[in-house]
């Protein structure tokens, strides 16, 4: 007859009473299920879980439970909040016993979109946005909170006045004492000294947190993904020809925008969108300066 395998966190009592937050695991992979681009797809994910632990006395929360609970995320249906809300519900009740009454879940992932060019036909590659979601529920509320990473271009309209003013003094110079001139001659000019570099243009990074509808039975990712870009308007591309490279340097010139620019012009359209308790944090990975430029609406995601 096997001897029954001691259980320390039913049969001791702690040594320190008193109740913890939040107890659990983190860093846990597990490949989920998701639907946000039309087409069913599996990513690695990194997931965070606890319960809370009231009972002051209770030595330790049951680990096993909650990892075989989160085992079986997404086997059978793609990410909604509807299976979120489940799996937290699922969650307290495995540790009644214990007397948990809030969950948390914390799941970090890249989605992999396939973004088309910007003017060439049917050319097209591959963009991953990290995503960092959380759910929790907490004395009976869901809740849930996405944070998006977005990359885009910025050129710095400082920067561009500056260029701009080296065009005209050079142009000015060439052309100096010339009373008419024919469009052949300027044109001409122009092809050979009309190009000047910006001090400032570089990649740049958008994070964007929201709170998602808990009635949605999908995620809403990608149509979150397609505000923040079409917001920003110079999000960064995948494939190109040289044709879409100028495409792309004539976004750029056309939307100049400081790092002020971009954080209102985001905080606008999340706003405009109805986003709930939107927040905004925006990088510019300065090509001039070995810092950043940063800003942010709204609390911090």
């Not at 080296?166 to 009373?179: I, M, N």
Request: charged fraction near 20%; hydrophobic fraction near 45%.
């Amino acid at each position: 007859m096997t001897a029954a395998l001691p259980d320390v966190s039913l049969s001791d009592l702690s040594a320190d009473p008193a109740a913890l937050d939040w107890v659990g695991m983190q860093g846990i992979d597990l490949p989920i299920t998701l639907n946000e681009t039309g087409q069913r797809q599996t990513v690695h994910a990194r997931a965070d879980l606890q319960v809370d632990l009231p009972r002051p006395e209770v030595k330790g929360i049951h680990m096993s439970r909650l990892y075989t609970l989160l085992d079986r995320l997404g086997q059978d249906r793609a990410l909604a909040p509807t299976v979120l809300q489940a799996l937290l519900q699922a969650m307290v009740e495995s540790h009644a016993d214990c007397g948990s009454r809030n969950a948390r879940l914390v799941l970090q992932f890249s989605l992999l979109c396939r973004r088309p060019a910007l003017v060439t036909p049917q050319l097209s590659g591959w963009k991953a946005y990290p995503v960092r979601l959380e759910a929790t529920l907490v004395e009976g509320c869901f809740r849930m909170r996405v944070e998006l990473t977005v990359s885009y271009s910025s050129t710095c309209p400082c920067s561009a006045a500056l260029s701009r003013q080296l065009l005209v003094s050079a142009f000015d110079k060439a052309f100096a004492g010339r009373q008419q001139l024919e469009p052949v001659a300027v044109s001409q000019w122009l092809g050979l000294n009309g190009s000047l570099a910006t001090p400032h243009s570089q990649r740049s990074e958008a994070k964007v947190a929201v709170d998602l509808q808990a009635a949605e039975e999908s995620l809403g990712l990608l149509a979150l993904i397609d505000q923040i870009e079409q917001a920003l308007a110079t999000p960064v591309q995948t494939a190109v020809k040289r044709a879409d490279e100028q495409a792309f340097a004539a976004l750029n010139g056309a939307n100049l925008m400081f790092v002020e620019d971009a954080a209102r012009r985001l905080g606008a359209a999340l706003s405009a969108a109805g986003a709930q308790h939107a927040a905004v944090h925006v990088r510019h990975i300065e090509s001039l300066h070995p810092h950043d430029a940063v800003a942010s609406v709204g609390a911090h995601p």
